[in-house]
């Protein structure tokens, strides 16, 4: 069983920036097989893709709404996901969470985005945003 845990967010002001962590266990977990993309889900708002890396290839994915803003790295020794997250705005507001697929390529743009795509979710961390 592979778990997922997200960690790092908060209430911050407009222009600032946090720092998110995704950290996965279980006996089998290893990010050589799995990607890791990050989603957010606004009040009233469908979960949205935000951005997803992958060792497998190398390759990392954002959504357009965040392309310049947001970084996301990882630390295969520690399983750890970062997701980087700067100039923020008030409708960065949202639940974000972590969820894992086993060998999907983020270079897949047809299903990076897509919830139906990965195996486990983590159980999210609220990023509030002041305006």
């Known amino acids: 069983e592979v778990q997922l845990q997200a960690s790092g967010g908060g209430l911050v002001q407009a222009g600032g920036s946090l720092r998110l962590s995704c950290a996965g266990s279980?006996?089998?977990?290893?990010?050589?097989?799995?990607?890791i993309s990050w989603f957010r889900q606004a009040p009233g708002k469908e979960r949205e893709g935000v951005s997803c890396?992958?060792?497998?290839?190398?390759?990392?994915w954002y959504s357009d709404s965040v392309k310049g803003r947001f970084t996301i790295s990882e630390d295969g020794a520690r399983n750890t996901v970062y997701l980087q997250v700067n100039s923020l705005k008030p409708e960065d507001t949202a639940v974000y969470y972590c969820?894992?697929?086993?060998?999907?390529?983020?270079?897949?743009?047809?299903?990076?985005?897509?919830?139906?795509?990965?195996?486990?979710w983590g159980q999210g961390t609220l990023v509030t945003v002041s305006s």
């Open positions: 969820a894992a697929s086993w060998s999907l390529l983020c270079s897949n743009t047809a299903m990076v985005a897509t919830t139906s795509t990965y195996d486990y």
């Open positions: 890396i992958s060792r497998t290839d190398g390759s990392t």
């Open positions: 279980g006996v089998t977990f290893t990010l050589d097989d799995y990607a």
